[in-house]
């Protein structure tokens, strides 16, 4: 499998940023999963560029379910949703084709591809293709929702600003969940906005670290080895541009800790056992323990600068100056978030539906 | 897939800490190969438990190899190696069967396998494991070095320790690959060791940052999504026990960069295109550029510790107090650094079997 | 991975019967491979129903291919393949909604889907889903074409009728990749489209039995357990609505015959290895041997007749008498060849990507 | 994947006919599976060359299970089973090494892995490979009985006597799983066993028609497209050395039937929706629909005959005459029945785990 995630719930993401349409497959959805259209919608926006901080190119992402659902309930037979492309402007391409843009895909994009690869607007390697998937992962946030499982993702740092730690999960997801820009103290938000509008002004972008947190997740799941939670979890993460580092629990804090400080003490609440603290990002030996799965990624900033930068012509083997135009973000990491919170749905619901079956995540039989 | 990591050349690996054998199953090699048991036996010392700051087991990893070699060469067919246990006190384990020791899978395990668990010595989750992990992994280092694919590890930090960073990478990992304890720094080692000791007077542990590079990759290896090459990475990596952070290039330290500062500039060394810098880690887009591959990974301190420690008997869900007996490591990173090579040959040998075909990484047809 | 096929090159299928749109996903491709949209046309042409002897549904199957294509020629990236759905006439089915039709998957997508699948004109279980993966299977035939690999069927047995047996595979195949409807013998042919009126007459309908051939497989392709070429070959073939049977070579005939009379002596021909005989299809040890790849698939009456049947209401259990309405084929096993070609290219081109890389059925480097 | 089957729970299958051990790995099985060491003993019988219609090898297969059981349970992590091989002769193949018996997998072999491959009595071909893959069959045949599932298969065909068709299955498979020799009419089964002496005693050997039935399998297990029932079960069937044809129900009869005659009309029976005839083996559209399922299996005759036979010598490319010596079956079929109800037992096991989760098929929690 290239482009396609998953074992028993697989997504399989096709298109191209300038291409006809963009998309994704769903299958191995359970039967009876309600889709609720404008959630699909308002995820969407989530991850749409915005104001000021986000490139100009509109993005109307108006999706089509042509698959897998009747009467607003999944069949259980393969999903796609179809979102078309418009307001591209592939000339802005054509120029500089063969000059590799320094943190790009262009140059790997021809090794592999031998030349043959759309190289407009990023082609398949496009941020665009992260609509179809912020999409479907909304579908799969809210099935996961029904079974008492929540997902979602702070701006932790962004423009050297930070947002304030989780606090309360039941009530930070919440809160996250419902905001255009993700994070728990609205000061900081503006003061990264603020950050990321410096940088544009100097031609420059920003980078960030978003920080998430998935509750409800049943003791139990994941393997011992390779299918672990967190490694199935990260090759997930690692697929979305520009993500460059993935840690669980406190993560590279774990390399300077002591046992006696990284071991989480069980106890009980409830009647239920738990653990004391929760250094571990509620995984231990591979295998869920019950408690909030706890996350970081890295974001790297937009490679996409107003800046002369050097470069090769790939096709001449010649050094030039490369100067980009076209329409492009100072910064991804806000956008991201979307994008976080649903591929971590994806391995979430497939691990889920590889333990419990494939009804799990499913409605009443009619 | 559950145990099993790879898709064209793929490993399954098996056995418990105290079972009768441990071992792994590689499938998928080319034909061709030659088996050094030597450098097997060699790779294997890397990870055993070493004077003081590793546990008091004696382990002989004394190994066998009872398919899929022929005459010194691998047939093509699966190749099983085997490794017996011994030295196993499982009565150490038998009075704390049902205390969860803390950051131990014990209770996710319980979850998970409803008390069916081998429970004896961590099990199937035991470090014991990636005894064949290593072995098969020696496999996969010759035969990358056959193709001019070299895979090396340091000790970034441990105990609050820094080695140097990488510098001329052919000379360091030619050095590292000659050493028991991985760094390059013998002085920075030294400390690391004391540092270790002294944890290990107190009863705790500690953790390290491991740096990892992998030269010779041609460009154009991987996929834009999912099957990314940090993806597949990541996710043979977060196998390790004890691994709960995995980044690429810079990283984390990317989130805190600037476009202008975070990308890799293109320009032409002897006619072959290369960048400039490799703040990207030799991966753009998901796939290889044919510069090193540059990784690290933090590893959390050892979760057995000789102090008291709050936990909870699963069994009948009453809190308790853990003191552990038997051998434990105080720090395990310098052991694990074999691992993640081991698990980065298997990663790139699979990735490579993929593009190029099976016979690629084989010998000359006879 | 449910409703996808291959691990490669891999085809992802999507649709139903009365829905928006119906498709698939080529992912793996190499890159640089021609398409040709008048060919696909022509492959669509020879599935379609036709003439007095299938259902008067009107399919015009106008496929668009939305992603992976760039100026004719394949990019690497998944190639999207889309067919809108028009003439339905979903009331035909509301009325014998939860009435199973005997030899359709009513009941079982109802046992499977709880009553959430789309039922309407067989939903993601219709025949029609072929429409796409004999699309698909062109692109594939092509590419396959190009690397001397040709595949063929012919209608060996319909309506008590035989067609003679393969001659000379080169121009028998030539003939049969002509013809509409797949015979080699002419007089043949119109004698089984006698039988299959005339059981149409009798509102019944006929099965039939296919007979296929690879030319110019590499020697050396499959496995020698579980991935063996008749394996994965099966596997795919036993996908296509109503095959019930799939034989390599003599097949059951085989079971019936001696080792000194099975058995294929070697011998050389212009100085290459053949065997004198193809009693094992091409494959030794699930392994092709450079001798044509011969298969036969039994497929099954179409389920769909005009007469009363007995069934049950699935909705009340209630034992009831059903009279099928609607535009039915009295046979498909003409249309089914079409089928069986661009599975089989799938099964082949997989285990070719598996075998020689994803650059092996691909254009030359631009 | 290779020489691995199953996707939630998977069987990796190692070892040469001449190597030190063979072997297996289920993985995923889940816990609290009994282990009958009795009855893997039994099942093993069943293959092991019997009286005068067999090899003189003598196959002890005494095998040790050293993975994944702990008293006398499974634990849910991977189980391995080795089997030692004694009584090796290779001397026997060192002077026809490069002489391609016809029907074996000595040429394919070469041209798959170039000449490294091991050729002693077949190597990793060799049917002695069956030995793990019956005794893992014996693990899930038991715990498919504790859910009410029975595998059985009799010689329907051999040397030109039928065995009766399948009467009670109830009956008939209790029959069957208790013989050496699975027929259900004694008489026949002994006119068998002189048609093949009949064989031998002319240095040739026969193929026959396996008929197998598994009763008790839920209704909706299975894809409609790829990973049907039929698709997945075929898949693993023609893995088994010398199966050459594949069939579900009626067929390749139902390629000579009618629509009227084929169909499976539903009523009830005791409230339970069933069909009155089984045509179609127990699978709609892919999917079980509660029925019986029922398959045959075509076996060739074995290739090892003492009759001099027309070869070429891969190594030289010179045509040669082979008279092969060792020890060789005259049938095989007698022998194949326990493979073919293993490897039906690792499909159907795979797939109710795929459906219904990992504990499905395991004890209840301690």
Redesign the interface.
Known sequence: ?????G??L?L?????SH?????A?L??LA??IDIDESFIAFRLSLRRPAGRISTSRREEDAF?I???V?DG????????L?IENRDTRSKDYEKTRSL?R????D???F????????YRGG???SGR?TAPLVAAGAILLSALAGRGITIGTHIK?CG?VSDRDFGDLASDLAQLNRSEFAVLDEAAGEEMKNAVRA?ARE???????LESAITGM???????????F???L??????I?A??????????A???????????????EA?K?I??TN???G????????MPILFRV????????Y?E????D?FT???KKLLINGRHDPAI?HRARAVVDSVAALAAADMLA???????L??E??
Chains 1, 2, 3, 4 share one sequence.
Request: aromatic share 10%; net charge negative; with cysteine.
């Open positions: 499998m290239k482009n396609t995630f074992q028993s697989s399989t993401l096709f298109g191209e291409g006809e349409k963009i998309g497959v299958d191995g039967p009876g089509s042509v698959s897998g009747r309930k999944t069949t259980g037979t393969p999903l796609t179809l590799a320094p943190g790009h895909a140059y790997t994009a090794c592999k591809y031998h030349g043959f690869e759309d082609g398949h390697f293709l740092r050297g940088a031609g420059d972008s920003v980078g960030g670290l049943p003791a139990g799941v994941g393997e011992p080895w390779f299918d672990s967190e490694g199935v990260s090759h997930a993460l690692f697929s541009p993500v460059k580092g993935v840690e669980f629990g406190d993560g590279f774990l390399a300077e800790s002591r046992g006696s400080l990284a071991n989480d003490p069980f106890r009980t009647g056992i653990t004391a250094h571990n990002g995984i231990n030996g591979g295998i869920t323990n019950g890295a974001v790297k900033p937009t490679p996409s600068i800046r930068q050097d470069t090769v790939f083997n010649e050094e990491v590889l333990r419990y079956g494939t009804d799990w499913g409605g039989a009619l």
